[in-house]
């Protein structure tokens, strides 16, 4: 785990930091959001000490030569979520809920995880196993890597108040995560142990969902019968680059899991409840 950076004085290595190579004037994504990105890093790996607060813009305007206002959206949009709040006259602070929780909060907001628990579920994970496999030809397409590249193969089911409701399969490539045993799962999300290997956060996810019929093994794991419905999501997150991180598969008993669709004038909103 990252060493906490807190008081006045770690203000210059935060700024080191996040100013340590310089943002991509010439990416499609914009500077605040890979500001935004930056910042989240250091909140995922839990580097930042939620008692101490974040550089001003001032300060951050002047590290990376970046103008106020794209500092001041990169903020906005991160008080707007959640990550940090502000006080006044004081300055802006990590979400206390976030730097305790890592990766582990952060990508919950857009994780199956977390859109179970909005619907307010009490949402646990069972570990069923951690293994080194190949790379399938679908998986190997899903994470951007070649056919038979050595993968970890992480094996859970998520319960919704002491139900089952997902097996998931999760895998990521071993070159990523050259090292990872189950004790490293137990308390602490892949999620975090990849931010932690590589420092790339997920900046997205992909979903594709799809009707089956449980097979017997699937039925057994999710209490139900061999033969009645089920849901399989697959799932990509994705860096800010654009690359693969990690790629899943879940099955999910139908009645258990249902997509629900919010047409807006901003535009479609989907949850996945309960």
Aim: charged fraction near 25%; aromatic fraction near 4%.
């Amino acid at each position: 785990m990252a060493d906490r950076l807190g008081g006045r004085e770690a203000l210059v290595n935060i700024l080191e930091t996040l100013s340590a190579s310089p943002l991509d004037h010439g990416s499609p994504t914009p500077l605040y959001r890979q500001l935004k990105h930056r910042i989240l890093q250091l909140i995922a790996t839990e580097a930042l000490d939620a008692s101490a607060p974040l550089p001003t813009e001032a300060e951050l305007c002047c590290a990376l030569g970046l103008s106020r206002a794209t500092v001041r959206r990169c903020f906005k949009d991160l008080v707007e979520e959640g990550y940090v709040r502000r006080r006044r006259g004081q300055g802006t602070f990590v979400n206390g809920a976030m730097s305790r929780g890592g990766l582990d909060a952060l990508f919950l907001k857009a994780s199956t995880s977390g859109n179970l628990e909005r619907s307010g579920a009490v949402v646990t994970s069972r570990f069923l196993g951690l293994s080194r496999i190949c790379a399938s030809a679908a998986t190997a397409r899903s994470l951007n890597v070649e056919e038979g590249e050595p993968l970890w193969e992480v094996n859970r089911l998520r319960l919704a108040d002491g139900r089952p409701v997902i097996h998931e399969l999760a895998f990521c490539p071993v070159r990523a995560l050259p090292r990872l045993e189950e004790a490293d799962l137990l308390h602490t999300s892949i999620y975090t142990r990849i931010a932690e290997s590589t420092h790339a956060l997920p900046e997205r996810t992909e979903e594709r969902i799809e009707a089956v019929i449980l097979d017997r093994r699937e039925a057994s794991l999710l209490e139900t019968d061999a033969g009645t419905p089920g849901i399989r999501v697959f799932t990509r997150a994705l860096d800010i680059s654009g690359r693969p991180l990690l790629a899943s598969v879940g099955i999910a008993r139908a009645d258990r899991f249902h997509l629900e669709v919010a047409y807006t004038s901003n535009g479609i909103d989907f949850a996945k409840t309960i």
